[in-house]
């Protein structure tokens, strides 16, 4: 079964904290793609990064840092020094094969909340 | 840079009216997708379209239909709303007809209650 699990619910955290949002993905295919997508207050979906399944270089990008390995099935994503701007429901996906965007499956996503 | 709009943002229905979202991306992405996002259970997927004249079924297409109008615009029907289709919904595009592996664009989404 493809699937995504997000076991972190909620998190707080007080500003210029770290945190980590973790993600555990399931998939028989060998080739498929990550991803994180943000959703702040507002409610919107934004798009904060792809990675494919044959290249597990972590990647920065200023505060943002993200940790593959595909040997514990793990995309997780880190906030360097947490700002209240970083409140909002991250979610992790999973893309597989190439039925024509069928299989696109989400976690149920994680609420990070940043006190001042 | 409009990227995907949903058309109304918010809508309350009573049991049984019909009702048809709208969508439309200006990104000239030939593959467009409907999902609906529900407390605790993420973004699930209604239906999508590959390509212009044609459309599949998702994880839970029961209750609505779909029509894909043009290469732009993407609409989703409720033709008999009932109180289990209170959601979110979100519209979405993507590049690549054929690829799953593009990340999709999405508009802002539309808060639909039944009552």
């Known amino acids: 079964a493809q699937k995504v699990t997000q076991a972190q619910t909620e998190i707080s955290v007080v500003e210029k904290e770290d945190v980590t949002l973790d993600c555990v993905y399931e998939?028989?295919?060998?080739?498929?793609?990550l991803f994180w997508y943000k959703q702040p207050p507002s409610g919107e979906l934004v798009f904060l990064i792809r990675?494919?399944?044959?290249?597990?270089q972590n990647e920065i990008s200023g505060r943002y840092s993200w940790n593959f390995q595909k040997s514990t099935s793990s995309f997780n994503f880190t906030i360097t020094a947490s700002q209240v701007v970083d409140s909002a429901v991250y979610f992790c996906?999973?893309?597989?094969?190439?039925?024509?965007?069928?299989?696109?499956?989400f976690g149920p996503g994680t609420r990070l909340s940043v006190l001042p | 840079n409009a990227g995907v709009t949903q058309t109304p943002k918010f809508q309350v229905l009573k049991t049984g009216q019909s009702m048809t979202l709208q969508c439309a991306q200006d990104?000239?992405?030939?593959?467009m997708y409907w999902y609906r996002q529900d407390p605790g259970m993420g973004l699930r997927l209604i239906y999508y379209?590959?390509?212009?004249?044609?459309?599949d079924k998702g994880e839970v297409p029961n209750g609505y239909n779909v029509s894909r109008l043009n290469k732009r615009e993407f609409s989703l029907r409720l033709e008999s709303a009932a109180p289990s289709q209170t959601s979110v919904y979100f519209c979405?595009?993507?590049?690549?007809?054929?690829?799953?592996?593009?990340?999709?664009?999405f508009g802002d989404g539309t808060r639909l209650s039944i009552l």
């Open positions: 979405a595009s993507s590049d690549m007809a054929g690829y799953s592996n593009q990340p999709q664009h």
């Open positions: 998939t028989r295919d060998t080739t498929y793609y």
């Open positions: 990675r494919n399944s044959f290249d597990e």
């Open positions: 996906a999973l893309s597989y094969g190439d039925n024509y965007g069928q299989n696109f499956v």
């Open positions: 990104m000239n992405h030939n593959s």
């Open positions: 379209s590959a390509s212009e004249g044609t459309t």
